[in-house]
């Protein structure tokens, strides 16, 4: 098979991270007789830098003209601490997501036996996790209205949903339950807000036709909550836009390290696949941060956008295998003998 990628390493750790991704793909690739055509593109404050928009239409079409996005991380501290720039990288990434229109948030969270002990859970809650959230993506508060009034000195975000957006996310969370272990949690704060009102109101429409589907409604507070205290109860999570952002940081310490969290962003166009973490500048061009979360991410590229299963369970158990072996970045050395970024992604594609 031939594999459109675009490839947007974007800024920060991502570079690195997509590089090691990258070698994984081709690995699999020359295992499984594909081929891999990889086409650059910027996003993020190198973009900003080199043509005054995060997410310049060149990098719009590429993706467009792609079968799958492998993305790494945008963000940079310039902007972090300036209220008041008019563009900002992260705007690429909300872009990118309105443009390609990617509703759908698909974060799994799995544990590895051997990396247990680095959880700040006690083992016995830990072992054994396996939960898949899934967030709404481009809708909510992060692309409501949102402005400044009186002088500036009021500021507002606007949280909206349509019922075509909650349904369509609802549906594929029902479906992916159907798919799992059929136990659905919905999160919302609907006894608070209107927005989350009509979410639960479409979800108890919703559930009769899933009748083999155990729905569970639960205010975000008390989910938060609930992740830590007992992980094991949750099947597949599903939640707007900004409760989704905050609970899958939350969702990352379960396994241990927010290095190893990959997710697929999909929907009406070309998918794309990146790790939650950010773009982590303090290690950029260091080779210490941890490349399995991307290499995970392009795991899930060859699962959700070839369907080739295969392919990505000899990703997923090469990770596996560089964990068990130690082989893994200073984040998961619990003080042992640490490896760069270069040398993990080289031994999970030796590994392939
Ligand atoms: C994420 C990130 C982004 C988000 C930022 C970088 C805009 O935190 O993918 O979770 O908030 O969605
Ligand atoms: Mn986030």
Redesign the pocket.
Known sequence: MKLKIAQLPGDGIGPEVVEQAVKAVNAVCKKFGHEAEYTFAYAGACAIDKFGNPYPDETHEICMQSDAVLFG???DPRFDNDPTAKVR???G??AM?KKLGLYA?LRPVETFKSLISKSPLKTELVDGADLMCI?E?TGGM?FGEKGRKENGNVAYDTCIYSREEVERILKLAFEYAMKRRKKLTVVDKANVLESSRLWRQIAQEIAPKYPEVEVDYMFVDNAAMQLIRFPKHFDVMVTE??F??IL??EASCITGSMGLLA?ASIGVHTSVF?P?H??YPQAAGKNIANPLATILSAAMMFEYAFGLMDEGRAIRNAVAKSIEAGVVTEDLANGAKSYSTSEVGDWVAANI
């Open positions: 991380a945008v963000g990288p992260e705007q990434l909300l997501r948030n967030r993506l992060y836009n900004m989704g952002d899958t940081d997710s990146e939650i950010g773009s």
